[in-house]
T-cell receptor, first 110, second 113 residues
Framework: AQRVTQPEKLLSVFKGAPVELKCNYS??????LFWYVQYSRQRLQLLLR??SRESIKGFTADLNKGETSFHLKKPFAQEEDSAMYYC????????????FGSGTQLTVLP | DAGITQSPRYKITETGRQVTLMCHQT?????MFWYRQDLGHGLRLIYY???????DKGEVPDGYVVSRSKTENFPLTLESATRSQTSVYFC????????????FGDGTRLSIL
């Protein structure tokens, strides 16, 4: 069965410091991975998806199939980055349901 | 995105009561999904639908019922609410094209006393 693991429930960094949010997955099919962000009491928003290889708000993520990881990185954290971050795996069926990790609450300290 | 709306935003009810959460999308997306969000579990899929009159179970469907008589609406019903169903519920939709991501509503915060 598919699984997404985010080992850090809470992560605090200082403004201007690099940040890395870890995500590991297990899936027998061809993985498609996403990062979603949820600011306080707001809806989830798509941040990144591995197939687009974009950089959004300074964040990047690379799919490493050998290590089954999709870590989210930003070289210089900003206070407005404080939010809950979810890593998600899309299943290969037609509905492409998402399996989410348990989330990492990022706090960027001034 | 204003294209997907959930109602109510907040709901308090009692155990044993029936409660229905509404989800409406204006994009004519084929796929719609219901998730619940709980601390320590992230989001878990309850039910999803590929089109009108086509629904399927997700990871945690017990105690929930869905219907989809129209493409734009996907209501979620708790037939006899239990305290373990206290959660934040998110609806999402996705276009039928394989490369399109899911778009989420604002969520409904449901408390069952």
């Amino acid at each position: 069965a598919q699984r997404v693991t985010q080992p850090e429930k809470l992560l605090s960094v200082f403004k201007g410091a690099p940040v890395e949010l870890k995500c590991n997955y297990s899936y027998s099919g061809s993985p498609e991975l996403f990062w979603y962000v949820q600011y306080s009491r707001q809806r989830l928003q798509l941040l990144l998806r591995h197939i687009s290889r974009e950089s959004i708000k300074g964040f990047t993520a690379d799919l490493n199939k050998g290590e089954t990881s999709f870590h989210l990185k930003k070289p210089f954290a900003q206070e407005e980055d404080s939010a809950m971050y979810y890593c998600a795996l899309s299943l290969s069926g037609s509905a492409r349901q998402l399996t989410f990790g348990s989330g990492t609450q990022l706090t960027v300290l001034p | 995105d204003a294209g997907i709306t959930q109602s109510p935003r907040y709901k308090i009810t009692e155990t044993g009561r029936q409660v229905t959460l509404m989800c409406h999308q204006t994009w004519s997306h084929s796929y719609m999904f219901w998730y619940r969000q709980d601390l320590g579990h992230g989001l878990r899929l309850i039910y999803y639908s590929a089109a009108a009159d086509i629904t399927d179970k997700g990871e945690v469907p017990d105690g929930y019922v869905v219907s989809r008589s129209k493409t734009e609406n996907f209501p979620l019903t708790l037939e006899s609410a239990t305290r373990s169903q206290t959660s934040v519920y998110f609806c999402a939709s996705r276009d039928k094209n394989w490369d399109q991501p899911q778009h989420f509503g604002d969520g409904t915060r449901l408390s069952i006393l």
